[in-house]
Each structure stands twice: as structure tokens, then as C-alpha cells.
């Protein structure tokens, strides 16, 4: 139950919500953790926490991230957690918009994958954990057609990388949440103009009647690094959403 520990464990956009919540819990399960993003100011505030280190890194540019691998050295566990949500029906969307969805929700994570792969190869062993929702494959869920549709690509990217490196000593797994407290849910929430009204209809989606938290969510990314006999599955994590 205890593989994380002494670990070196990469997390992406770790400045704010689930991803700040998830470096914070592999740091408490005795991981070296290196918590990174694009917000510098939100990363002065986390490198305060034991455990952990910051790094700046982009991870739409594949040199950052190449180089951030080569800085950090061998990495055991890789968290994928940057991602945007884009609101819109197919017909409302834009093709730029799209485009960066794409980008941030998807190609990240294959130039994250790619980076780690070779090391964790080598040494046998890895773990991957990738930041899906219940908004993909598992569910279509209104005005969020960009989103739903590059999420679904995270679980199909996750499978695909699962069933490639099984015998090799590679995890790969999904986490699909419902919906959970964060800097960007409060954004969305002002952005409908009712700001507990959107609330409201946000709490309404989870049958258990409340909005998730970051350390539920990241509970489980820290099993599933512990998780030694789990891979390319995707884990819904939604207050009932799916049932
Ligand atoms: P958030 O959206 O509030 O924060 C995202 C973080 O990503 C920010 O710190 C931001 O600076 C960073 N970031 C943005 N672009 C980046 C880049 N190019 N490189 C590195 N970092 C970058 O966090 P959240 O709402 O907790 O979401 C985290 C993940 O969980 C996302 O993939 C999201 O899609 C997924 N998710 C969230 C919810 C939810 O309700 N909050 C539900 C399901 C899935």
C-alpha cells in the first residue's frame, strides 16, 4: 500500500484545485513530489509545503517538458492534471477553441507520456494518472461538446498506453470526476451570471447532493499509484453522477 513512498512523482498544473491537491497528498504519502505549472505565484505558495518541490513548466511546449524531465530525473509516478473546460454545443464551437482543447486536455499528456515512458521502462516500473471526466466517453453532459470529446480521447490515450506497456511494469489509469470544488468551477459558476444559481444546478448533477473536494480526488490518484494491480482503467469519481 505503500509503493508511492519514496517515489518521484511529477505533477502538471499543480498550482490550484485538484492538481495542487494531489501534490500535496503524494507529499504526505512520503513521495519526493515535484509540483508543477504555468502559475508561478500559486507555486511560491506550494513549495512551502514539505515534501514538495516547484518547477515552472508549460506543458504545451514539448522542449519544456523534455527539459523538466531531464531536470527532474527518473520519474516513478506522472500525474497528468492540466486541462479547460470550454462551454458550447458542437454548433456553438469554435474550431480555435477546439484546437486548444485539443492541445491542453489531449496533447499534453502524450508529450508528458512520452518524456517519462523510456525512463520508467527502463527500470521497469511506472505509473501513470491521468485527468479524464465523467464529461467524456462515460457520459454526454450538456454544453460541453470540445470538453466531453477530448476527455473521452484522455480514457481512449489512457487504455492505449495501458495495453502497450502492461507487461512491462507500466500503469496507466484514468480519473473521471463529477463535479468538484476549484478556482476554474468558481469561475464558471460567475461566468453564467447567477452565481447560486449556477451553484445550485452544479450540486444538482451529483445525486449525493454536494460538490466534491480536491483531496477526495486526490485519495485516489494516490491509491492508484499504490494500486499495483490496476491499469487502463477509468474511475469515476462522482458523487453518484454515473450510477
Ligand atoms: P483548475 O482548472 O482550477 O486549475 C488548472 C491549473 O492548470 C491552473 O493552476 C493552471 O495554471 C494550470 N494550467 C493551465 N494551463 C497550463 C499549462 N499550459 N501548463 C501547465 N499548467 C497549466 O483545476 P481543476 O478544476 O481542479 O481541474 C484539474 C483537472 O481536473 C483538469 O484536467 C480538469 O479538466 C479535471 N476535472 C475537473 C473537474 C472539476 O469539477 N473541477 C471535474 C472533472 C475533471
Known amino acids: 500500500a505503500d509503493w508511492v513512498k519514496g517515489r518521484t512523482v511529477l505533477v502538471t ?3 490550484q484545485g485538484i492538481g495542487r491537491a494531489t501534490a500535496l497528498a503524494f507529499a504526505a504519502a512520503g ?3 515535484v509540483a508543477t505549472d504555468i502559475n508561478e505565484t500559486a507555486l511560491a505558495e506550494l513549495a512551502e509545503a514539505s515534501g514538495i518541490e516547484t518547477r ?3 506543458v504545451l511546449k514539448d522542449a519544456d517538458v523534455r527539459d523538466a524531465v531531464a531536470e527532474v530525473g527518473p520519474v516513478d509516478v506522472l500525474f497528468n492534471g492540466a486541462g479547460f473546460v470550454h462551454s458550447g454545443s458542437i454548433l456553438e464551437m469554435k474550431d480555435e477553441d477546439f ?3 485539443v492541445d491542453l486536455n489531449v496533447r499534453s499528456m502524450i508529450r508528458t507520456i512520452r518524456a517519462v515512458l523510456p525512463g520508467m521502462l527502463e527500470r521497469g ?3 501513470i494518472i491521468n485527468m479524464s471526466s465523467v464529461a467524456s466517453s462515460m ?3 450538456p454544453n460541453r461538446f470540445a470538453y466531453g470529446t477530448t476527455k473521452a480521447a484522455v480514457i481512449g490515450l489512457t487504455k492505449a498506453v495501458a495495453a502497450d506497456y502492461v507487461g512491462q511494469g507500466i500503469r496507466c489509469n484514468a480519473i473521471c470526476p463529477g463535479t468538484v470544488e476549484s478556482p476554474s468551477l468558481h469561475d464558471r459558476m460567475r461566468a453564467q451570471g447567477d452565481f447560486e444559481a449556477a451553484r445550485a444546478a452544479f450540486i444538482a448533477r451529483q445525486p449525493m447532493g454536494r460538490i466534491g473536494t480536491p483531496d477526495e480526488i486526490a485519495d485516489l490518484a494516490v491509491h492508484l499509484a499504490n494500486a499495483t494491480y490496476t491499469t487502463g482503467q477509468a474511475y469515476a ?3 453518484g453522477w454515473t450510477i
Open 31 to 33: 513521495a519526493r513530489t
Open 125 to 127: 516500473s511506472g505509473a
Open 237 to 239: 469519481i462522482d458523487g
Open 13 to 15: 498544473a499543480a498550482g
Open 56 to 58: 515552472r513548466l508549460d
Open 139 to 141: 457520459k454526454g453532459v
Open 99 to 101: 484546437d486548444f482543447a
